[in-house]
């Protein structure tokens, strides 16, 4: 029997696959299709200090070999996560991890605080490529400064394991992962979706409500690995990887380029159990290749 364990502070995940955040909800929609607390970890969708109904419709089209959305973090505060969805998740056997946005700084600092005091919660994924509303709209993420800044003041509320979701639309990826590094981050998971958009030739107009959306799926595939590869030399916490990952060969492409856990995403809207099957192909690959555990399958790339 291989070990699939995956350890990142004090979070412990039973093996290194992961649902990514905004693909289905708060993991209990995936319950009709498998047993969710055989998944490493379920990101529930993001969640912001207040209410956000989100942007209008339509907000999600789908593109060659992938798809666009724009769905702007619709969520009901975490307030009511708190008092409504917690108690149906909390005892399920798997790691809940939430992720935290905000607008503003203080508002990623209350949500953490709300967050740290809820026991069967061991970890958060604060998502920096949201708008600073005190910045013109600038993404924390995309400056190496401001994503620092946010990461240390949540580090000072936050007690359990921190996770960092970084943006792909900078010009040097593993500059923001140095920062928060810095900042008091235990991983970071990339990447975040790119900036894309399609245009309705009948109409002339975009597709989407909001005119530019957020690329996922295969078609990010190489580059999101690329990037992986880049920030596992580049800082010394673990990376969780993630970006067009729709089978098990896909996953241990990541892990072997560095990330020592993966996240599912757009892969669950065609295939909603496919994070089983992605488990046990990597159990199935360690045990033909004889490798014993995922600290020797994670960053074995030779070149």
Known sequence: MVDLNVKIKNLILKNPVITASGTSGYGEELSDFMDISKLGGIVVKGTTLYPREGNDYPRMMETPSGMLNAVGLQNKGVDYFINNTYHRIKDINTSFIVNVSGSVIDEYVKVAEKINELDKIP?????????????????????????????????????????????????????????????????????????????????????????????????????????VWQVSHAVKIPVIGLGGIMNASDALEFIIAGASAVEIGTALFVEPAVPLKIIMGIEDYMNNNNISNMLELSGSLQY
């Open 123 to 227: 970890a958060i994924e604060l998502n920096i490529s949201c708008p600073n509303v005190k910045k013109g709209g600038m993404s924390f993420g995309v400056d190496p400064k401001l994503a620092e800044k946010v990461v240390s003041a949540v580090r000072k509320v936050y007690k359990k394991a921190l996770i960092v979701k970084l943006s792909p639309n900078v010009t040097d990826i593993s500059e923001i992962a140095k920062a928060v590094e810095i900042g008091g981050a235990d991983a970071v998971s990339l990447v975040n979706t790119f900036v894309g958009m399609a245009v309705n030739i009948n109409t002339r107009k975009p597709f989407l409500s909001t005119i530019t959306g957020g690329l996922s799926g295969p078609a990010i595939k190489p580059i999101a690995l690329r990037m």
